[in-house]
């Protein structure tokens, strides 16, 4: 069964652009999780997403924006960048939603953003 | 408020044993996950607990205590390829978001 995939892998991008991020979940995962990871920050909790509805959201603002498809893969979307956004953006899919027991989430390798 | 504390680094030798503590304060309980983080990989599922004791599986071992919020990962007759960053993370209640919160990390390095 294939892993979690996203693309691209790497970005570079400038400040007050935007930018799209892609992430497919394993087959017959319904829920998306993305997260974003910085060396000061850690592992922070972006929103999730199931059945094409945003179910759980982090404190993140309003420039952090996604959606999911019919077919479960999902998408993110950062506008305005900022220099503070160059992180490792980590999409997790997992069967079920958020808080349903013990489901683990299998994170994706990710997708390295670098804002200039 | 959510908080979960781990330490930041530590060291161990190979073949011994290493336990990683982790405390939380969170909003609601359902579940404290462990995961390993090689540097420039995705995490990976170590292990899960939702009631108090030990889960056991292979060399690692998770323990939890819901009443004093804390847990720790026993890492056992340790290998090189162990050294990682090692990420607690609590789930919050179904009913408030069920959301996936992480500590900091703990970055182990395995020494020969």
């Known amino acids: 069964k294939a892993g979690v995939t996203q693309t691209p892998r790497y970005l570079i991008k400038t400040r007050g652009q935007q930018v799209t991020l892609s992430c497919s979940p394993i087959s017959g995962h319904r829920s998306v999780s993305w997260y974003q990871q910085t060396p000061g920050q850690g592992l922070q909790f972006l929103f999730e997403y199931f059945s094409e509805t945003q179910r759980n959201k982090g404190n993140f603002p309003g420039r952090f924006s996604g959606r999911q498809f019919s077919n479960s893969r999902s998408e993110m979307n950062v506008s305005t960048l900022e220099l503070g956004d160059s992180a490792l953006y980590l999409c997790?899919?997992?069967?079920?939603?958020?808080?349903?027991?013990?489901?683990?989430?299998?994170f994706g390798p990710g997708t390295r953003l670098t804002v200039t | 408020g959510q908080n979960i504390d781990q330490p930041t680094e530590m060291t161990a030798t190979e073949g011994a044993i290493v336990q990683i503590n982790c405390t939380y304060q969170?909003?609601?309980?359902?579940?404290l996950f462990w995961y390993q983080q090689h540097a420039g990989e995705a995490p990976t599922f170590l292990s899960y607990?939702?009631?108090?004791g030990l889960e056991e599986k292979g060399r690692f071992s998770s323990f939890l205590s819901r009443s004093k919020g804390y847990s720790y990962l026993l890492l056992k007759e340790l290998q090189m390829k162990d050294s990682a960053s090692y990420l607690c993370?609590?789930?919050?209640?179904?009913?408030?978001?069920?959301?996936?919160?992480f500590g900091q990390g703990t970055e182990l390095s395995v020494k020969p």
């Open positions: 969170t909003s609601g309980f359902n579940g």
């Open positions: 607990n939702v009631l108090d």
């Open positions: 993370a609590v789930r919050t209640a179904y009913n408030q978001g069920g959301k996936l919160i």
């Open positions: 997790a899919s997992s069967l079920l939603v958020g808080g349903q027991g013990g489901v683990e989430q299998y």
